[in-house]
């Protein structure tokens, strides 16, 4: 599975959400940004992130998966530093 498919997963499933994907073969890191996730703590967040690629962990196409997922005021306060 290539990096782009799960990037347009993950944005086609999350409400505004840009993700950013990089990886081979079926290990992956995703960074994902959304007002979907506000009021959620890293829980939740993973959860949300998990329920739209469970298909592909299941069906092995995804082996694993590192998941950084932030609101938008989270990622600026990230980027500044």
Do not use: C, R
Not at 46 to 69: D, F, P, R, W
């Amino acid at each position: 599975m290539a990096p782009e498919e799960i990037k347009n997963i993950l944005e086609a499933g999350i409400e505004g959400a840009e993700a950013s994907v990089t990886g081979d073969g079926n290990k992956y890191e995703a960074t994902i940004i959304s007002n979907a996730f506000e009021g959620m703590n890293m829980v939740k967040k993973h959860q949300l992130v998990y329920a739209q690629v469970n298909e592909h962990i299941a069906s092995g196409a995804i082996h694993a998966l590192t998941i950084k997922a932030y609101t938008p005021a989270e990622w600026e306060a990230l980027q500044a530093g």
